[in-house]
């Protein structure tokens, strides 16, 4: 069972579009945190959102909590190819913590 | 400082056999989870060691044990090896026992089982 269900699963695009990425759950979380894994690598947290309605913004990428705390969303503005990468929402329930099934982010030069 | 270390990065082993993986947090850190991350599953929850206590686990059969020493160095054990076990093993430290903390990961162990 998926808590955190993400859209798109995958995503390539151009350098300089702008593009938004979804994690949804029926539950709700005390707060969801947004990494971004490159190949080899392990997940790198960009950031923690804590209250409902938040927004973050970390230079080209805007981070939301939605009102409910169930969804989260992030959007990155005028891609570039460094931004490519897997994306993955994470939030704690139940004494675990879980992962969101991930969207592949390629951006093309 | 440091990242977080975990060896080794490649092990192939043979169904039924048991493994055993390394992880070595960052300096100052207590809290070690691990994951698993699989094409079909994504990255799914373990279990968190603080201090040496295992204080939460995920859902996974009694096969997949860990321990956490004093040094907070941990080590994740895999007894009688199914193919469907290969996957990148990752662990992440934290300076708290909170799953909210921020967690620095490793580069993971790669496992194959055949």
């Known amino acids: 069972t998926q808590l955190l269900e993400q859209s798109p699963q995958f995503l390539s695009i151009q350098e300089g579009e702008n593009l938004t990425v979804y994690c949804n759950s029926s539950?709700?979380?005390?707060?969801l945190q947004w990494y971004r894994q490159e190949p080899g690598e392990g997940p790198v947290l960009l950031v923690t959102?804590?209250?409902?309605?938040e927004v973050k913004k970390l230079k080209r990428l805007t981070f939301q909590f939605g009102d409910a705390r169930k969804d989260s969303s992030l959007h990155i503005t005028a891609a570039q190819p460094g931004d490519t990468g897997l994306y993955l929402c994470a939030g704690e329930g139940g004494n675990q913590f879980y992962f969101g099934t991930g969207t592949s982010l390629t951006v093309i030069p | 400082k440091a990242g977080v270390t975990q060896t080794p990065r490649y092990l192939i082993k043979t169904r039924g056999q048991q493994v055993t993986l390394s992880c070595s947090p960052i300096?100052?850190?207590?809290?070690v989870s691990w994951y698993q991350q699989t094409p079909g599953q994504g990255l799914q929850f373990l279990f968190e060691?603080?201090?040496?206590?295992?204080?939460n686990k995920g859902n996974f059969p009694g096969r997949f044990s860990g321990r956490q020493f004093s040094n907070s160095r941990s080590e994740m054990n895999v007894s009688t090896l199914e193919l469907g076990d290969s996957a990148l093993y990752l662990c992440a430290s934290s300076l708290r026992a909170s799953l909210n903390t921020e967690a620095f990961f490793g580069q993971g162990t790669r496992l194959t089982v055949v």
């Open positions: 539950s709700v979380f005390s707060s």
């Open positions: 959102v804590v209250t409902g309605g």
């Open positions: 300096s100052g850190h207590r809290s």
């Open positions: 060691y603080f201090s040496e206590t295992q204080r």
